[in-house]
């Protein structure tokens, strides 16, 4: 066995011990509480255990406390729940979990309330999980009220959103002259508070989907909110912003505290994303898979953003706001609308993108509707970025970059691979107005990717699209060896092999190290 493979098995076992060990520490505090039980046959006089349950969730909302857990029996609950008590550091979380397996469904069906009905609303509350519940069916036709799946609002803290089925969430209100009026979520946060904030979230392995929102989005941080993981969640048809991180919009009543930051987004699927049918754009394709939009200090990893009109935006829609020290790093962006990549504000009374690193991606034929915005749309004030390592491969347009702004300064743009079916002499590229026809005149031109290549990246099917490469590919050894890039790729793999870091998302792998390892053990 070749020293350098047991090396590679080794780091394995490390990555695999480290995994564990985070794991381990993501759990709820330890704690003995009560176990208590509702059902649909259930009477909140019952004292909530398996054989006298509690008929309401809310009645079990109400009533626990500290490290207790709360299972609800399969059936249809139909109530809009509001939380009312805290779990703590010392006592431990408290959850609310579907029973077994369980279907447990909060559903709005009927509810009034002319605020908009919400299925969890969490304000000022701590120590809480909800986990294992399908939420669905809360509506409204009224303006300015807003359905919500899960609503999290004011100072809550270690909140964890975990396996939740939330869908069917509308708005159905007319909007006004300024396409105002009609807003709803699948999942949101609103640190509204200050200085106080909205920390310690976990919202992983969520599904949501056919969702109406207006003007809003379907997983949403905004405002005073720190220290969160949005991870392992499927967004998908909805008509509009599938994941976003906000700031700027005056949610916390200091400006100083008022974005969204300090966060992971990481292995999260978002795929039919498309406001065409959104009364709110007004025909109008605008929506993103993921989005930045006036967050800092945000790391985007390992997604697979498909069929949304951008794959991803980081920027700000707010005069004087900023995206900034954003990396967006290892992430499949293919087949989006619009482009895959959009950066800077689009137009000049707004929105910058600077200090953010763009790095090992591949972007594989976005701006399917041809509109001339290729795979990175470069928009006002972008400045002070990193565009490395990334595998970029355009569709019939052959259109690589476009950026109709003549304010785009001091980017790093280097170590890339671009294919496309014209070619390299006939391929574009627009820079900060300028539109260059041919890599080498290009690269002449911009001083942009002196060390990148313009060649096939032989990915394993170009048709599926399967994007891990093949044996030869010249991504393979091909990029710059920088920390931005993260210990593993996309698919969780070593992210340097053979002492040099390949281009894209996706580390080559010749044999997966585990088929060896009972061999090694053995000899």
Not at 26 to 54: F, L, M, R
Not at 88 to 111: C, I, K, P, Q
Not at 357 to 382: A, R, Y
Request: proline share 3%.
């Amino acid at each position: 066995m070749k020293k350098q493979t047991i090396q590679t098995i080794a780091a394995w076992s490390a990555i695999i011990l480290l995994t564990w060990a985070m794991m381990i520490g993501c759990q709820s505090v330890e704690a003995d509480g009560a176990v208590y039980y509702v059902a649909t046959d259930g009477d909140d006089a019952n004292p909530g255990s398996i054989t006298q349950p509690w008929r309401t969730i809310q009645h079990a909302a109400d009533t626990v406390s500290a490290g207790d857990t709360v299972f609800i029996r399969g059936g249809v609950y139909n109530e809009a729940v509001f939380i009312t008590v805290s779990g703590s550091e010392a006592g431990g979380y408290v959850t609310f979990e579907n029973y077994g397996g369980e279907t447990a469904v909060l559903d709005g069906t009927g509810l009034a309330n002319p605020d908009g009905d919400i299925g969890i609303d969490i304000a000022n509350q701590s120590y809480l999980i909800i986990k294992g519940l399908e939420i669905r069916n809360y509506t409204t036709a009224t303006p300015d009220a807003v359905p919500m799946g899960i609503a999290v609002s004011g100072t809550s803290h270690h909140i964890q959103l975990r396996e939740n089925h939330i869908h069917h969430i509308e708005t159905h209100a007319p909007v006004d002259g300024d396409l105002l009026g009609a807003d709803a979520h699948g999942i949101a946060f609103y640190g509204d508070q200050a200085p106080a904030s909205i920390h310690d979230i976990i919202i992983d392995s969520n599904h949501l989907h056919d969702l109406i929102l207006g003007s809003s989005e379907a997983l949403v941080v905004n405002g005073n909110i720190e220290n969160f993981t949005i991870s392992r969640n499927t967004v998908h048809d909805t008509d509009n912003i599938g994941i976003v991180m906000i700031g700027f919009e005056e949610t916390a009543p200091n400006p100083a505290y008022d974005r969204a930051r300090d966060g992971v987004v990481s292995e999260n699927i978002v795929y039919n994303v498309d406001s065409i049918t959104n009364p709110a754009y007004a025909g109008e394709r605008s929506a993103d898979g993921i989005y930045v939009d006036g967050g800092t200090n945000i790391i985007i990893e390992r997604n697979t953003v498909y069929q949304a009109n951008l794959g991803m935006e980081i920027t700000s829609e707010h005069s004087g706001g900023d995206a900034s020290y954003v990396t967006v790093r290892n992430n499949l962006i293919h087949h989006n609308h619009i482009t895959g990549i959009g950066v800077g504000g689009y137009d000049a009374q707004r929105g910058s993108t600077h200090h953010c690193t763009f790095i090992n991606n591949t972007l594989f034929q976005n701006d399917t509707l041809q509109d001339g915005s290729g795979e990175i749309l470069i928009q006002h004030d972008v400045h002070d970025n990193a565009i490395k390592n990334n595998i970029l491969v355009a569709n019939d347009q052959s259109l690589f970059f476009s950026n109709s702004f003549t304010n785009n300064s001091n980017n790093d743009v280097n170590s890339n691979l671009y294919f496309a079916p014209a070619g390299a002499d006939a391929s574009e590229w627009q820079w900060n107005n300028v539109t260059h026809v041919g890599f080498a005149a290009y690269k002449a031109a911009t001083g942009n990717d002196s060390l990148s290549q313009f060649t096939d990246p032989q990915f394993v099917n170009a048709n599926a699209p399967d994007l891990h490469l093949q044996a030869g590919s010249p991504a393979i050894d091909s990029g710059e060896n920088l920390p931005e890039a993260g210990d593993v790729d996309f698919d969780g793999s070593i992210r340097i092999q053979n002492g040099v870091i390949d281009i894209g998302a996706l580390e080559f792998m010749l044999l997966d190290a585990f088929v060896y390892l009972p061999l090694i053990l053995t000899e």
